[in-house]
């Protein structure tokens, strides 16, 4: 009699599972109230494995797609997606993660982004027209969105930003910058990014990622013996030095 229980519910739980994996993933998020933020647009395929062909944050946009379920996760009826995004072709940002906690707390681990430096300079308000060379590495061990109906933006986050062989130019000169690093925190609900000083810029500096995808910043620019010489004649377009020769720096 155990063992015809046993099998019962084994017979069951695969059945469930197999109902629950056929369910197409647009009727999925039909009932998950994901921030007004995020879009999704073209879903296809099933709660098992599908496509989207773009999603969004904001202004941030990644194209192409494809989710494949935690199979034990379906179980639980909070589904844990194995993602991999961009490539090939696609336009923007390219990457693989793991999301969790589409009923409850939007939580992202394993992430890793490979991005184009000059879309992210494109975004942010500086004192000069610049443009970026090369890319952007994202390596975030788990980020925890906070609640749509909080105030805040970060509840959880653990990773590093590398941008190995950073580059710049401005008033047609091209500055090779060295390797620029930062660290990825939460501070009072907004996702701080903060650059490692040592760095040939003499840069100190902190940028902070609030609701809405609003960008803030502030930190310091203190020109040093590796100070690229071609950057030199930029300075008085940032400000004027203070005593201790650093050059305010916020957005």
């Keep these: 009699m155990k063992k015809w229980f046993a ?3 084994i017979f069951f739980s695969v059945y469930l599972v197999s109902i629950i994996a056929t369910i197409p993933l647009n009727v ?3 009932f998950i109230s994901l921030p007004k933020n995020i879009n999704l647009q073209g879903i296809t395929g099933t709660v098992w494995q599908a496509e989207i062909n773009q999603a969004s944050y904001d202004d941030i946009v990644v194209n192409k797609v494809k989710l494949k379920t935690d199979f034990w996760s379906l179980l639980t009826l909070d589904p844990i997606f194995d993602i991999n995004f961009g490539g090939g072709m696609a336009d923007g940002p390219q990457g693989k993660l ?18 184009s430096a000059n879309d992210i300079a494109q975004k942010l308000s500086l004192p000069i027209e610049v443009t970026a060379e090369g890319y952007v590495d994202l390596s975030m061990q788990k980020f925890v969105l906070a609640q749509p109906t909080a105030k805040t933006f970060c509840q959880q986050a653990e990773g590093d ?13 091209t500055v090779k ?7 990825l ?3 009072k609900g907004t996702l701080a990014v903060k650059i490692t000083p040592k760095n040939d810029l003499g840069l100190s500096f902190t940028a902070f990622v609030n609701k809405g995808a609003r960008y803030s910043g502030n930190g310091y620019l203190q020109p040093g013996k590796n100070f690229p010489a071609q950057l030199r004649e930029v300075l008085p377009f940032i400000g004027n030095a203070d005593s201790k020769g650093r050059y305010r720096l916020r957005f």
């Design 7 to 9: 099998y019962s519910a």
């Design 28 to 30: 999925v998020f039909g």
């Design 98 to 115: 793991m999301l969790s906690g589409l009923s409850s707390a939007l939580t992202v681990e394993q992430l890793e982004v490979n991005v």
């Design 161 to 173: 930003i590398t941008w190995p062989k950073a580059t710049v130019a401005a008033f047609g000169e």
């Design 177 to 183: 910058l060295g390797k620029i690093s930062a660290k």
């Design 185 to 187: 925190s939460c501070d």
